[in-house]
């Protein structure tokens, strides 16, 4: 597509709609001339180059990377009318995107029926999720494996809802026969499953846990804020094919969280949460006596603990499903590439003299570690500091990654051999999100070569 072309037809349209309207006089309040906004925008402009270039495959840190052009063309176009999806009046059409895009992904995911909208953010998601599982099961606490995102423990802290840690095996899951152990004391009302935990990738076994549930009475809630999206290529033939027990078991699950603005292609803030049983939304009850007078039909702010939403958020992501559809023959292929050079790197760590893998990938985050002489966990540390410092501030073909600290109890149910000599080490931890990626990944190893002889 040719992105000028559609920012300069968003400009177009929004101009051609409000022409429809009587002529109104912009206020002289509001007038700034070229000269002054030159000035400003120069300034701006040049503060912005204090960024990492998350457009570029050599971006390979944390989950970042820059927003389809139709997402940005979608976005834009709508945020000139800046629609408010609180209340149907405040967006009509909007709200009517947001609803079709959450079908799209309740779709996504195998529920019949739901309820569900966007969030600015997939904390805000997670938060809903617990607040409904938290008016379910009053009384009961919540529990999340070890590896969970913590924004768990902060919304447990937030609701005054006691939260619940669960050990992980060492493949970074939940470790079940634990989880079990906590269930039989009936103290726990809720379990957080992770779909791809955002340090590892790890994916927790939905369809055991569902198991449990049966047994023991409790809720189900599956945060897939970050893998969720990898659904789209369970069951597939080819490396980046997955299993298809887990992904298909969060059909079961009583709520689900993704975010849009990770594998989706949207710009920040967009989240969602779903909810299997369209009943939940008895919990959200209020009233605005100058809000839902529109229409009869259920607002979604009436649905939501948030008020105002960016109607422009939801206009982005319908405009970027137009295009590139939740299936794997549309969004499923740039998720298949990221995977694919996942895989791809994996194999020349595991190749490598210089660099052993801490654990093979499940999705598109890679985690690894400098071989060090003598090999131990405070020379490790050490040299995995190093090599994304001396990267990211290289003059000429930088690299730029992330670490990650590990206890040694967790190195140690992966790796033997290792001088334990420390309490833990950071190991380099890449996300390879962008497809661009599949077609950089061998380059990307052969600077962590070169850094890692510096």
Known sequence: MDFRYWLGQALTSNEAWAETFTPVRPHPSLEISDGRFETAFEEFT????????FFHPSYAGQMLKPPHPAAVVGYLTAMLVNPNNHALDGGPATAEMEREVVQQLATMFGYSEHLGHLTTSGTVANLEALFVARETHPGKGIAYSAEAHYTHGR?????????????????????LDALEDLLRTGKIGTVVVTAGTTA??????VHEVLALRERYGVRVHVDAAYGGFFRLLSGLDGPEGLPEAPWQAIAEADSIVIDPHKHGLQPYGCGA???????VGRFYLHDSPYTYFTSED???????LECSRAGAAAAALWLTFRVLPPTPDGLGRVLAAGRRAALRWAKLLEDSERFDLYQPPELDIVTYFPRTEPLSLSKIDEASARIMRVGMAAAKDPVFLSTLRVSEAQFGLRHTGVDADADGARVLRSVLMKPESEDHVDRLHERLEELSRG
């Open 200 to 205: 590892l990738g790890t994916v927790e076994p």
């Open 298 to 304: 259920l607002h979604l702010g009436e649905i939501s």
């Open 46 to 53: 040049e503060r912005l180059k204090d960024n990492y270039p």
């Open 273 to 279: 949460v779903l909810f299997k049983d369209p009943a």
């Open 155 to 175: 919304m447990c802290g937030v609701l005054g809802v006691e939260g619940r840690t669960v050990p992980v095996d060492a493949r970074g899951a939940m470790d």
